[in-house]
């Protein structure tokens, strides 16, 4: 019941997004190629053209000025497709992916905005990966999964430290190996959903990944039928924004999804009002998402660029006039006033989602938190099965 009343809510605060068609990217239609944002401008390149080249050509798009142009080409002999992409400050930098005659990089490159040029860097040590995901903190980079030139799809989990140029495995994920699976960061959660396993299953788990302990938990399944694969998973500043792909029955979609951390629930946006696709470039610069080419049902590549404004943000879902929480920021109590009686029930989360506290206001009107260590937490208030509110509250 909680999250069918979430639900409810979190749709109809979306109801007013739209997407918007931009200009198209002036090069061959593709799919399989990356996307990145740094400052005002999102940078596209690489995947399998039309026609069944490789690209290894870039173009940087303006973000105010709706317009393309073209930069650096990665070096000769550096076409791929299914590369894995990360930033840091005025970089980007391609890892691995597919080349030709079945080659599978294992070379990391760096490109620089300001000098419009490439550096070689050290490369991921074992195995190529095609189609692995990354999750970025920072100086940190995490990479998740991929598939050999073996083909087998790899459960390694790999760090790279940008600083010293340096690599170190991590855990393997614990769940199986997964290429093509989706992955992004939010409040310093790492997330991880949906690709293929050595089956060839298209899976449907969402999973958390704790950097500071190297371990991932399991959050839910898609509260939707099918698993998918080459899905867009990317963080606004307050959500996760899941967009297209494919399932095991070859449907190809068009929807667009929104996730709530702080009440573990997904919302349905507005559908792209064109064909599903997969295996597109995807970025976001702040609210606004922006998926570029791909290719659709029928085969066919594509050179079209879409833009969705995010929810800027989730409010929290309660009225005033029926409880206060205070203080706030908190030390070792919080209290309550309720302006009607109820049978009240708190669930005390952090920014991961994870339980922490539950307690039932039954004889008291307060809450002890002297357990909790500092950071950001997230009170969901209930009178019996009805969800009343929610409220953010910190911990000094």
């Known amino acids: 019941m909680k999250l069918l009343i979430t639900f409810i809510f979190l749709s109809n605060a979306f109801l007013g997004q739209t997407w918007t068609q931009l200009a198209d990217l002036p090069a061959t239609e593709r799919d399989d190629g990356v996307a990145v944002h740094i400052n005002n401008k999102a940078y596209f390149g690489t995947g399998l053209l039309a026609g069944f080249t490789l690209g290894r050509d870039f173009y940087a798009y303006d973000l105010s000025a709706n317009t393309w142009s073209a930069i650096a080409s990665m070096p000769t002999g550096s076409e791929r497709q299914y590369a894995t992409v990360f930033t840091h400050l005025?970089?980007?930098?391609?890892?691995?992916?597919?080349?030709?005659?079945?080659?599978?990089?294992?070379?990391?490159?760096?490109?620089?905005?300001?000098?419009?040029?490439?550096?070689?860097?050290?490369?991921?040590?074992?195995?190529?990966l095609i189609g692995a995901s990354c999750l970025e903190y920072g100086n940190k980079i995490i990479i998740v999964g991929g598939k050999f030139q073996s083909g087998v799809v790899s459960d390694e989990v790999w760090e790279y430290t940008i600083s010293s140029n340096t690599w170190v495995q991590k855990n393997n994920f614990p769940f199986g190996g997964r290429w093509r699976a989706s992955a992004s960061v939010l409040n310093g959660v790492g997330y991880l959903m949906f690709g293929k396993?050595?089956?060839?299953?298209?899976?449907?788990?969402?999973?958390s990944y704790n950097y500071t302990?190297?371990?991932?938990?399991?959050?839910?399944?898609?509260?939707?039928?099918?698993?998918?694969?080459?899905?867009?998973?990317?963080?606004?500043?307050?959500?996760?924004?899941?967009?297209?792909?494919?399932?095991?029955?070859?449907?190809?979609?068009?929807?667009?999804?929104?996730?709530?951390?702080?009440?573990?629930a997904w919302s349905a946006g507005p559908n792209l009002p064109a064909a599903g696709r997969k295996g597109g470039m995807s970025c976001i610069a702040g609210d606004?998402?922006?998926?570029?080419?791909?290719?659709?049902?029928?085969?066919?590549?594509?050179?079209?660029?879409?833009?969705?404004?995010?929810?800027?943000?989730?409010?929290?879902?309660?009225?005033?006039?029926?409880?206060?929480?205070?203080?706030?920021?908190?030390?070792?109590?919080?209290?309550?006033?309720?302006?009607?009686?109820?049978?009240?029930?708190?669930?005390?989360?952090?920014?991961?989602?994870?339980?922490?506290?539950?307690q039932t206001l039954s004889n008291s009107n307060r809450m002890d938190v002297s357990v909790l260590e500092k950071g950001i937490y997230?009170?969901?208030?209930?009178?019996?099965?009805?969800?009343?509110?929610?409220?953010?509250?910190?911990?000094?």
């Open 90 to 128: 005025n970089s980007f930098y391609v890892l691995s992916g597919a080349g030709y005659s079945n080659a599978v990089f294992t070379d990391l490159q760096r490109y620089d905005v300001a000098t419009d040029s490439w550096t070689a860097l050290t490369g991921k040590p074992g195995n190529g």
């Open 213 to 264: 302990t190297d371990t991932w938990t399991k959050v839910m399944d898609f509260p939707q039928p099918k698993g998918r694969a080459y899905s867009a998973l990317k963080a606004s500043t307050t959500q996760l924004v899941l967009f297209a792909g494919y399932d095991t029955l070859n449907t190809y979609y068009n929807d667009v999804w929104y996730y709530n951390p702080f009440l573990v």
């Open 288 to 358: 606004k998402f922006y998926y570029s080419c791909g290719i659709n049902v029928s085969d066919v590549r594509l050179k079209e660029t879409w833009m969705i404004d995010v929810p800027v943000e989730i409010k929290e879902n309660y009225d005033n006039n029926i409880f206060v929480v205070y203080p706030n920021p908190i030390n070792d109590k919080i209290y309550f006033n309720f302006s009607r009686q109820g049978n009240y029930t708190i669930e005390l989360m952090d920014v991961s989602s994870k339980l922490i506290l539950k």
């Open 378 to 396: 997230f009170l969901i208030i209930f009178d019996g099965i009805e969800q009343v509110g929610v409220k953010k509250i910190i911990k000094e």
């Open 197 to 207: 396993d050595n089956n060839q299953s298209f899976r449907k788990e969402m999973y």
